[in-house]
């Protein structure tokens, strides 16, 4: 297959299957052929993948409105689901392998729409003026979405997946609205605001469908939901307190803030919901202030303030046990860094201990230790450690001995593994050093002759996924490698031949892990997005962008 010119009109999807993907190319001699009109091609953008990764939903600019498509890992095949000229089709998400849209006819009136594999529709919402905050829930038996009025009012409406009806949640209220969702989405904050029950916060569990009255007050706005769904965080405006919500339990407790002051934000919360990191304003001086809140006892401990003298903090990480936070601090006159606040000591403190002109923080292992990175100023060097809070010690990360460490990655989503882009001083090829955070190991990644780079993990920690690129010719396009941490073997899944591939992306998982989707990038502007299945290693094509 080649790119062949095209003298004018649109390409539709029929004719671009028949193509090579934007990107690839006739090849005469060393000449690549761009096509001539790039931005008169359908392009279509990755939106959602289905919770096993057998489906992604896709967006697709198409002549005069957006199309809604549907890829089929099973089969390889992408297909237009909404086919409407008439309007515009956004692919919002999935429920089960039921792709779930919002629509906007040519008179603007916004609906929710849900299609089957088969391209069928199986559910038509009533028109709206507007449609948003679609959120499908985990067991994928129900979607709830936000629809305003033409009055402008929102109401928050229930439609179960293969009904033919969606219902309000909140049928007397005025107005209803998301505040916020947890993010496995089993958990669900939601205002209304009604004659009988006046303003009141409710907590809808999508486990087991119930929806729980929690406040019966106004102005009493959720910031956060902990990543483990115990602890919600709200702020009580009117009253001027904060309150925490166990959701196992729907019991709610509040503390005073610190007079004087004035609540901001709350800036950072630990993954458990045991700790926090609050913002307040000094109402006299007028400074913005960061506190420590313990979300069991309800206390709330001063930590720094944002600025002092020439320097600038703010908080960048929080520990899984909320005891520990890692500041950023700026400072015009000794050089940027970090900070280290131990909730159980009080203690504020530098970890490095030398001079650096950045510094940051790129998580913390599974035993709750921090991992900074940082350049040294009197070496020049990049350098990682790992920081224990206790015994306030460093453990290098890195190998700099053998290797020059170009950046510290995230950890993997279980935190037992640190990646590290580095070169091999050797050899000169950039390497990924895995470091075993738990172990105390470190494994190097190669491949002969090529440069690899970290891209991400899998969602249960047993793969990673790099670009590989032969940088000593520009005729040496990217391509992607994964690697078993468990077996130790790096594998080259994909064999690209246009050498103006030079960048690919990770863009997104499947819940449980077992797919992943990328995206290749040409030099001339347009990407294919491509998926993984990690079981087998095999890649299809997806889509073009």
Request: with cysteine; proline share 3%.
């Amino acid at each position: 297959m080649v790119f062949k010119r095209i003298k004018s009109g649109l390409i539709t999807l029929a004719a671009l299957a028949a193509l090579l993907a934007p990107g690839c190319s006739e090849k005469t001699n060393t000449e690549y052929i761009y096509p001539e009109n790039t931005q008169q091609i359908p392009t279509a953008a990755l939106k959602a993948v289905s919770d096993d990764g057998e489906y992604a939903a896709l967006s697709m600019k198409d002549k005069t409105d957006l199309e809604a498509m549907l890829f089929s890992a099973g089969t390889g095949t992408t297909k237009n689901m909404s086919n409407s000229p008439l309007a515009s089709d956004f692919a919002r998400t999935f429920a089960g392998h039921n792709l779930v849209t919002t629509t906007r006819d040519e008179k603007n009136n916004a609906q929710i729409k849900i299609y089957n594999t088969a391209g069928d529709t199986i559910f038509t919402s009533d028109k709206f003026n507007w449609v948003n905050d679609v959120i499908s829930y985990p067991d994928n038996t129900k979607i709830i979405f936000n629809g305003t009025d033409y009055d402008h009012y929102s109401h928050v409406h229930s439609h179960t997946i293969g009904s033919q009806s969606a219902e309000k949640l909140f049928p007397d209220a005025k107005a209803s609205y998301v505040e916020v969702k947890s993010q496995d989405d089993s958990v669900i904050f939601m205002y209304a605001f009604s004659p009988s029950n006046g303003d009141t916060l409710y907590m809808l569990k999508t486990a087991d469908d119930t929806i729980t009255p929690i406040v019966n007050l106004p102005a009493n706005q959720v910031f956060e939901i902990s990543k483990n769904n115990a602890t919600a965080i709200l702020y009580d405006w009117n009253n001027q307190r904060i309150k925490t919500v166990d959701t196992a339990t729907a019991d709610v407790q509040a503390a005073d803030i610190p007079a004087g002051k004035q609540f901001q934000n709350v800036d950072r919360l630990s993954e458990t919901g045991l700790g926090a990191m609050l913002q307040f304003g000094d109402t006299a001086t007028g400074k913005t202030e960061f506190w420590h809140f313990n979300t069991q006892n309800r206390t709330l401990d001063f930590v720094t303030e944002r600025a002092t003298g020439t320097a600038h903090r703010y908080p960048m990480q929080i520990s899984p046990d909320g005891k520990t936070t890692v500041f950023s601090k700026h400072d015009s006159s000794t050089g940027d860094g970090v900070l280290i606040h131990n909730a159980d000591t009080s203690d504020l403190y530098n970890p490095i201990g030398t001079a650096t002109t950045w510094a940051d923080c790129r998580g913390f292992s599974s035993d709750g230790k921090a991992i900074i990175q940082y350049d040294d100023s009197a070496t020049g060097d990049n350098k990682a450690v790992l920081h224990d809070t206790e015994t306030k010690t460093n453990t290098a990360l890195g190998d700099a001995a053998n290797y020059r460490l170009h950046w510290c990655n995230d950890p993997t989503p279980a935190r037992n593994h640190l990646p590290i882009n580095a070169a091999d001083l050797s050899t000169g090829w950039n390497v990924v050093l895995l470091e075993d955070l738990a172990n105390s190991g470190r494994k190097v990644i190669s491949q002969a002759g090529i440069d690899l780079e970290y891209m991400g993990a899998s969602p249960d920690s047993k793969y990673i996924l790099l670009k590989g690129k032969n940088n000593s010719s520009q005729e040496n396009p990217a391509n992607l490698f994964v690697y078993n941490i468990e077996d130790e073997e790096l594998t080259q899944a994909t064999h690209n031949t246009d050498p103006r591939l030079d960048w690919i992306y990770l863009s997104m998982h499947s819940k449980d892990g077992s797919n992943a989707y990328f995206e290749e990038k040409f030099d001339n502007g347009t990407s294919l997005v491509k998926e993984l299945d990690y079981e087998t290693l095999e890649v299809k094509e997806v889509a073009y962008q």
